[in-house]
Structure formats: structure tokens, C-alpha cells
Antibody
Framework: QVQLVQSGAEVKKPGASVKVSCKASGYTFTSYYMHWVRQAPGQGLEWMGIINPSGGSTSYAQKFQGRVTMTRDTSTSTVYMELSSLRSEDTAVYYC?????????????WGQGTMVTVSS | DIQMTQSPSSLSASVGDRVTITCRASQSISSYLNWYQQKPGKAPKLLIYAASSLQSGVPSRFSGSGSGTDFTLTISSLQPEDFATYYCQQSYSTPRITFGPGTKVDIK
């Protein structure tokens, strides 16, 4: 079945970097753009950026420009999101989500989420 | 960026109630509006895309309407499993997606 499986929870110190992975299966990896969305504890959903798994092109939310890098490995059908210069406000659950084939740019498949805790 | 608002921010309802949630965009987004349901500790789930199209596998008690700047999600008869938080999302300015702040539906 179509699914996205993310890497496990991380605990990082302020100033460090974190790299979260998202492995796709059950569909043609290069055919659908992938997004990253985060959710701070008790808060709403925040879009971080998008990657084209085919060519590797990316677009990031202005808020994260310069701190976030999204990459992909087509050999393993995996996308990665690396966030640097972590601060306490980056404590959140990070999700990858696939763009729906419906053409609406909705997110039809989500990973299970990866909790990233930033604490000294 | 396109700003999204939702009302109410929370509501209490009973099983069997008809529930309506409103989403408004800061500018016209045509029908590029999607709705998600999120339960505690879980990833969001796509319910409605393109304002009114029901995602495969989603019960028909969920419906969406609207275009331009004003949109509505309706649950025709609230079921116990529908108690959750609902988010709207605009995809008009793709790839620069924005979500609404959410509406929490809980038990009266």
C-alpha cells in the first residue's frame, strides 16, 4: 500500500542540526512532489517547503530560508529534511506529505510524524 | 502570503448534530481549498479537496462547498469518531501552501 515512513524521534541541543527522513513505498516515488509540514505542541500546521523527487528542485517557506535543506535519494525512494541552527521554538512534530494525484495540490498521504525536541 | 482564517475556533456538539465550519481566505483562491481532519497524536487526514471533492474512502456525511474567499465544511450527522480538529488549507499559491488555524470539535 502507499505509505510514507519517517525516521524516529530526535532530541537535539540548541544550535545543532537535525535530519529527518521519509521513505516512500507503494507508488512511483518520482511522480509526486513531497512537502514538509511541522506542528509545534498544541499548535496548528505550518508548511515548510516542497521538493520535486524527480529533479530535486525545492522551494522553501520564507521563514525557513537559509536554515532548511530538503534532499532526496531516488535509489531508496527517500526524502530528507534537514533543519539547522535549532532553537527551542523548533520543537515540533515534523511530517512529510505527498501531493495528491488529483491535481488539487492537496496532501493525500502523510508520514506518521517525527518528534524533534530541542532542549539544552 | 495568503492568510486563512477559520470559525469557530472550537465548538461543542452532540452525536447526530449537523456541524458547519467556515474558512475564509485573504484573497480569492478559486476552488483551491482542501480540508483535513486531525486526531490527537495522529497525522492529518485529507477529507475534501478542490473545495467540494470527497477524498476516496471518506464518509459521505462530510461535504465541502464554496469558492473565491469563503468556504464551508459540513458534517451532516456527527459521529463519535468525528471528534477532532479540522484544518482548511489553500493550495492556490502552490507551492506556498498555507493552513487555517484549525477548528476543534469536541463533545457537548
Amino acid at each position: 500500500q502507499v505509505q510514507l515512513v519517517q525516521s524516529g524521534a530526535e532530541v537535539k541541543k540548541p544550535g545543532a542540526s537535525v535530519k529527518v527522513s521519509c521513505k516512500a513505498s507503494g507508488y512511483t516515488f518520482t511522480s509526486y512532489y513531497m512537502h514538509w509540514v511541522r506542528q509545534a505542541p498544541g499548535q496548528g500546521l505550518e508548511w515548510m517547503g516542497i521538493i520535486n523527487p524527480s529533479g530535486g528542485s525545492t522551494s522553501y517557506a520564507q521563514k525557513f530560508q537559509g536554515r532548511v535543506t530538503m534532499t532526496r535519494d531516488t535509489s531508496t525512494s527517500t526524502v530528507y529534511m534537514e533543519l539547522s541552527s535549532l532553537r527551542s521554538e523548533d520543537t515540533a512534530v515534523y511530517y512529510c506529505a505527498r501531493t495528491s494525484p488529483s491535481g488539487s495540490s492537496a496532501f493525500d498521504i502523510w508520514g506518521q510524524g517525527t518528534m524533534v525536541t530541542v532542549s539544552s | 502570503d495568503i492568510q486563512m482564517t477559520q470559525s469557530p475556533s472550537s465548538l461543542s456538539a452532540s452525536v447526530g448534530d449537523r456541524v458547519t465550519i467556515t474558512c475564509r481566505a485573504s484573497q480569492s483562491i478559486s476552488s483551491y481549498l482542501n480540508w483535513y481532519q486531525q486526531k490527537p497524536g495522529k497525522a492529518p487526514k485529507l477529507l475534501i479537496y478542490a473545495a467540494s471533492s470527497l477524498q476516496s474512502g471518506v464518509p459521505s456525511r462530510f461535504s465541502g462547498s464554496g469558492s473565491g474567499t469563503d468556504f464551508t465544511l459540513t458534517i451532516s450527522s456527527l459521529q463519535p469518531e468525528d471528534f477532532a480538529t479540522y484544518y482548511c488549507q489553500q493550495s492556490y499559491s502552490t507551492p506556498r501552501i498555507t493552513f487555517g488555524p484549525g477548528t476543534k470539535v469536541d463533545i457537548k
